[in-house]
């Protein structure tokens, strides 16, 4: 089957049991047992439930995987996947990443024994010089947050297999229907569900797709032990969402090429950041690893008090956290995504105060460049009075 009828005909599109052409919300804590002896498939909503079943098998079925785990939140999801390392082991991540991971790798990790080493991994020889005797897992983002930065994943993949790393990816932008990591090799991959997989800004979730066996017993230890599971409606909510996935991200993606190409030619941007722009410095590694470049993209400005006001002129988008959603998002990364990473580590990676991040939703594009527009001209009114 090809991916767009993967997303309407899997094991979570209907119920077995009546053929209601949706997963019933199975909204229990607990289940009966007909032999104590002999304990049915589920017995207690936390270690397994049929709603989340079906959004674990669906998500696993297109990325490419074996195994899935839905989590209540894509930093659940992360910080599970962490925890399946030790005290003493050395992990090695990308350094333009999402601030929730950064502030888990510096807080949560440390706390437990865990060294992270942030590295530069669009360099691959930057990945190989940093590896440690103990170094166990490599992490990575790519396309990255907020920078759109590209990681050579096959070339990543094959250092850290040198050397019998685990190599998690974090797939949010491209979601599976533009990039499948373990199809390259990659041991684990991480998803914020509240983003395109679940698409409509009503929904937080995380989900976790691994092949190998022992891994999946980790995940799946620490999904049960720690119970930070997702809840029957909510898996409901990311498998409806994941039946518009592929019309969805298609449209948005034309958008968001149409919006970066205008971005690019105005005069009070700087610098366009998006895989989709011939300019971007690693067009052909992304697509050689992706099918599309997704619908974010940032873009800097001429200072800080001029992007200020540009996001308070807006009316059409929402400033907000967060992306993937119907509406098109512009987030102000320096104080949402990324404002638990230090300002002097902020500035190393180039993430400052006259950078936002847009997600493209579902609105005619004509309408939001014509808003884009208007808050630019107001902009320059605003700065010139001051």
Same mark, same amino acid.
């Given at each position: 089957?090809?991916?767009? %009828?993967?997303? +309407?005909?899997?094991?979570?599109?209907?119920?077995?049991?009546?053929?209601?052409?949706?997963?019933?919300?199975?909204?229990?804590?607990?289940?009966?047992?007909?032999?104590?002896?002999?304990?049915?498939?589920?017995?207690?909503? #936390?270690?397994?439930?049929?709603?989340?079943?079906?959004?674990?098998?669906?998500? $696993?079925?297109?990325?490419?995987?074996?195994?899935?785990?839905?989590?209540?939140?894509? /930093?659940?999801?992360?910080?599970?996947?962490?925890?399946?390392?030790?005290?003493?082991?050395?992990?090695? &991540?990308?350094?333009? +990443?999402?601030?929730?991971?950064?502030?888990?790798?510096?807080?949560?990790?440390?706390?437990?024994? =865990?060294? $992270?080493?942030? &590295?530069?991994?669009? @360099?691959?020889?930057?990945?190989?010089?940093?590896?440690?005797? @103990?170094?166990?897992?490599?992490?990575?983002?790519?396309?990255?947050?907020?920078?759109?930065?590209?990681?050579?994943?096959?070339?990543?993949?094959? =250092?850290?297999?040198?050397?019998?790393? +685990? %190599?998690?990816?974090?797939?949010?932008?491209?979601?599976?229907?533009?990039?499948?990591?373990?199809?390259?090799? $990659?041991? =684990?991959? =991480?998803?914020?569900? %509240?983003?395109?997989?679940?698409?409509?800004?009503?929904?937080?979730?995380?989900?976790?797709?691994?092949?190998?066996?022992?891994?999946?017993?980790?995940?799946?230890?620490?999904?049960? %032990?720690?119970?930070?599971?997702?809840?029957?409606?909510?898996?409901?909510?990311?498998?409806?969402?994941?039946?518009?996935?592929?019309?969805? /991200?298609?449209?948005?993606?034309?958008?968001?090429?149409?919006?970066?190409?205008?971005?690019?030619?105005?005069?009070? &941007?700087?610098?366009?950041?998006?895989?989709?722009?011939?300019?971007?410095? @690693?067009?052909?590694?992304?697509?050689?690893?992706?099918?599309?470049?997704?619908?974010?993209?940032?873009?800097?400005?001429?200072?800080?008090?001029?992007?200020?006001?540009?996001?308070?002129?807006?009316?059409?988008?929402?400033?907000?956290?967060?992306?993937?959603?119907?509406?098109?998002?512009?987030?102000?990364?320096?104080?949402?995504?990324?404002?638990?990473?230090?300002?002097?580590?902020?500035?190393?990676?180039?993430?400052?105060?006259?950078?936002? #991040?847009?997600?493209?939703?579902?609105?005619?594009?004509?309408?939001?460049?014509?808003?884009?527009?208007?808050?630019?001209?107001?902009?320059?009114?605003?700065?010139?009075?001051?």
């Amino acid at each position: 089957m090809k991916f767009g %009828t993967k997303l +309407i005909c899997n094991s979570g599109s209907k119920d077995p049991h009546t053929g209601a052409l949706s997963l019933p919300i199975y909204q229990a804590s607990t289940f009966h047992q007909e032999d104590v002896d002999n304990m049915g498939e589920f017995d207690y909503s #936390r270690s397994g439930n049929p709603t989340r079943k079906g959004l674990e098998e669906t998500i $696993a079925l297109l990325e490419g995987g074996t195994y899935g785990y839905a989590f209540a939140s894509g /930093m659940a999801a992360i910080s599970s996947v962490l925890l399946t390392f030790a005290a003493g082991d050395h992990l090695l &991540v990308c350094k333009d +990443i999402y601030g929730g991971t950064y502030r888990a790798c510096t807080t949560q990790l440390k706390d437990h024994g =865990i060294e $992270a080493t942030f &590295v530069d991994t669009e @360099n691959l020889e930057e990945i190989r010089k940093n590896i440690k005797t @103990n170094t166990k897992g490599l992490y990575l983002e790519t396309p990255s947050n907020p920078l759109l930065k590209i990681t050579d994943l096959k070339g990543a993949i094959n =250092i850290a297999k040198e050397f019998n790393l +685990i %190599t998690m990816v974090d797939n949010s932008f491209l979601s599976p229907y533009l990039q499948r990591p373990l199809e390259l090799g $990659a041991d =684990i991959v =991480i998803h914020s569900a %509240t983003k395109f997989i679940g698409g409509h800004s009503d929904v937080i979730g995380g989900l976790v797709v691994v092949n190998e066996r022992s891994l999946a017993k980790k995940i799946y230890r620490i999904q049960n %032990t720690v119970g930070a599971v997702l809840g029957p409606q909510d898996s409901w909510l990311l498998l409806r969402g994941l039946k518009t996935l592929k019309v969805r /991200m298609d449209y948005q993606q034309s958008s968001a090429d149409k919006l970066a190409r205008w971005l690019s030619d105005h005069k009070a &941007v700087t610098e366009v950041f998006y895989t989709g722009l011939e300019s971007h410095p @690693n067009r052909d590694i992304h697509y050689s690893q992706a099918s599309g470049a997704g619908a974010v993209l940032s873009f800097k400005m001429e200072s800080e008090s001029f992007t200020k006001a540009f996001l308070k002129e807006l009316t059409l988008p929402a400033v907000a956290v967060s992306l993937g959603g119907i509406e098109t998002i512009v987030s102000y990364p320096v104080k949402m995504s990324h404002a638990s990473i230090p300002e002097a580590e902020r500035l190393k990676l180039g993430v400052t105060s006259n950078l936002v #991040r847009v997600s493209l939703g579902l609105e005619d594009i004509e309408d939001i460049i014509e808003d884009f527009n208007n808050a630019f001209n107001k902009a320059y009114e605003i700065i010139s009075k001051k």
